[in-house]
């Protein structure tokens, strides 16, 4: 006898293994080939793709920790091929965006809270106790290490390095390492960048870019528009510039 619970309007696709003591609600959605621990808790709103795994103990699209929710119809996407370990938790949206979005082929480690209305691009690793207030962006490729704390609308760039224990309230800019306290940028992502197919001739444009940005004792301001002036357009240096200029928080400064 199965000892769990699956409510008889979930959408449940094929070859999905449902541990004991599972609970899965209402308006859920599950794909095919997904493993589904025991002690797993998946609440209204529930959108989850094919091949993700829920380890014990995770709770996905529970209502938000946010005292402006008024029960509104949002969700909870999971994308694909992603990993949900242990007691992690992935919240719905609110009325501000309507869905909180986790991409394909993450790995979100144990004890990790992704709040509402968060938007995680594909393969980012959140190592355990990774903590996002609402409305963060985690752009593709991101690595986060343990135990960081992100403040609320922030934005994390991506193939970025942060380190563990991060209080981070700042945006970061993508391709690079971000550490010390307060959190600051402390080089380019190097070896990430390597592992994930960067040419060396990437790598020195990219790093061009931040060596005006951050090594040059201008402003911001002016160290945009000398990238701008001196180095030749590129995707990256227009990706870079981009996210500096449409900055909400101010991005972190750096400790070089």
């Known amino acids: 006898m199965d000892n769990y619970y699956v409510h008889p309007d979930a959408k449940i696709g094929n070859n999905v293994k449902i541990g004991n003591y599972t609970n899965i609600y209402e308006d859920v959605e599950i794909g095919d080939n997904c493993e589904i621990w025991g002690n797993v808790t998946i609440f209204p709103g529930a959108r989850i ?10 709770v996905v699209s529970a209502i938000p920790q946010d005292l402006k929710f008024r029960g509104e119809t949002t969700y909870a996407y999971i994308g694909n091929g992603t990993t949900l370990r242990e007691c992690s938790t992935v919240h719905r949206g609110t009325a501000s965006k309507g ?3 986790v991409g394909e082929n993450c790995l979100i480690m144990a004890y990790c809270h992704v709040a509402h209305d968060c938007r995680l ?10 903590q996002l207030a609402g409305e963060v962006i985690v752009d593709d490729c ?20 942060l380190q563990g224990g991060a209080l981070v309230n700042k945006d970061i800019p993508p391709y690079v390492k971000a550490a010390r306290e ?6 380019l992502n190097s070896i990430g960048l390597q592992r994930n197919g960067f040419s060396q001739e990437d790598i020195q ?3 061009e870019i931040y060596r005006i940005l951050y090594l040059s004792d201008l402003n911001v301001s002016n160290a ?15 990706e870079i510039i981009d996210f500096v200029i449409n900055s909400e928080r101010g991005i972190i400064r750096s400790a070089i």
Do not use: W
């Open 49 to 58: 793709g094919a091949g993700v795994s829920i380890f014990p103990g995770a």
């Open 99 to 101: 869905k909180t979005v």
């Open 121 to 130: 691009g594909n393969r980012v690793i959140m190592s355990n106790a990774v």
């Open 142 to 161: 991101a690595v986060i290490g343990g135990g960081s704390l992100i403040h609320q609308f922030c934005h994390i760039g991506r193939n970025i390095m």
């Open 182 to 187: 307060p959190i600051s940028y402390v080089g």
């Open 205 to 207: 444009i990219i790093g």
């Open 224 to 238: 945009v528009k000398l990238i701008v002036e001196t180095l030749p357009k590129t995707k990256y240096r227009d």
